[in-house]
T-cell receptor, first 115, second 115 residues
Framework: DAGVTQSPTHLIKTRGQQVTLRCSPK?????VSWYQQALGQGPQFIFQYYEEEERQRGNFPDRFSGHQFPNYSSELNVNALLLGDSALYLC??????????????FGNGTRLTVT | AQTVTQSQPEMSVQEAETVTLSCTYD???????LFWYKQPPSRQMILVIRQEAYKQQNATENRFSVNFQKAAKSFSLKISDSQLGDTAMYFCALNGGGSNYKLTFGKGTLLTVNP
């Protein structure tokens, strides 16, 4: 039973560039959430996708956008990269019977470095 | 707004001993969910234990248990018989209920188990 998989593992980009991160949820899960984790901090919620729609968004600018595909996999896109976007990006999946208490299953993350 | 505070940036414990990690939180909702997640150096966030606010009984998972004090908005994690593999960052997280699907994380406590 495959868990949450994220690609790539590491990424180095230059300021102003655009990046796409990918996530495949755990088998059987239909909800995908994205979190940004700066060094030494707890994860910060970016947004959550359910039924191919953005269901909730955190306090992140419009440069951060996402998508969920019919097979429940998801992408996170960041435009006009800033140095401050350097972080570990975590994808988490869950099964949503409308349950906000559903435990999240996390991937290993994508380490993004912006130079 | 929902907040989570972990006041212990670092803790250490000897192998086989017991340690307690502290967490306080705030939410205006009456029905919510609390979690402890563990993040070892491998980066993958792993669920340790989950507590539903409307359940008065404290959750337990093998060597891990919580002390949930709803009135005080406190949610501490006790690790018994500490093992070297318990060395990790531990994050307390809150899903504040209502129309809120996100998890709000604390800043984490780095736990080191010494041989």
């Amino acid at each position: 039973d495959a868990g949450v998989t994220q690609s790539p593992t590491h990424l180095i980009k230059t300021r102003g560039q655009q990046v796409t991160l990918r996530c495949s949820p755990k088998s059987g899960h239909d909800t995908v959430s994205w979190y940004q984790q700066a060094l030494g901090q707890g994860p910060q919620f970016i947004f959550q996708y359910y039924e191919e729609e953005e269901r909730q968004r955190g306090n992140f600018p419009d440069r951060f956008s996402g998508h969920q595909f019919p097979n429940y996999s998801s992408e996170l896109n960041v435009n006009a990269l800033l140095l401050g976007d350097s972080a570990l990006y975590l994808c988490a999946s869950s099964l949503d019977p409308g349950g906000r208490g559903s435990p999240l299953h996390f991937g290993n993350g994508t380490r993004l470095t912006v130079t | 707004a929902q907040t989570v505070t972990q006041s212990q940036p670092e803790m250490s414990v000897q192998e086989a001993e017991t340690v307690t990690l502290s967490c306080t939180y705030d939410t205006s909702e009456s029905n919510y969910y609390l979690f402890w997640y563990k993040q070892p150096p491998s980066r993958q966030m792993i669920l340790v234990i989950r507590q539903e606010a409307y359940k008065q009984q404290n959750a337990t998972e093998n060597r891990f248990s919580v002390n949930f004090q709803k009135a005080a908005k406190s949610f501490s994690l006790k690790i018994s018989d500490s093992q070297l593999g318990d060395t990790a960052m531990y994050f307390c997280a809150l899903n504040g209920g209502g129309s809120n699907y996100k998890l709000t994380f604390g800043k984490g406590t780095l736990l080191t188990v010494n041989p």
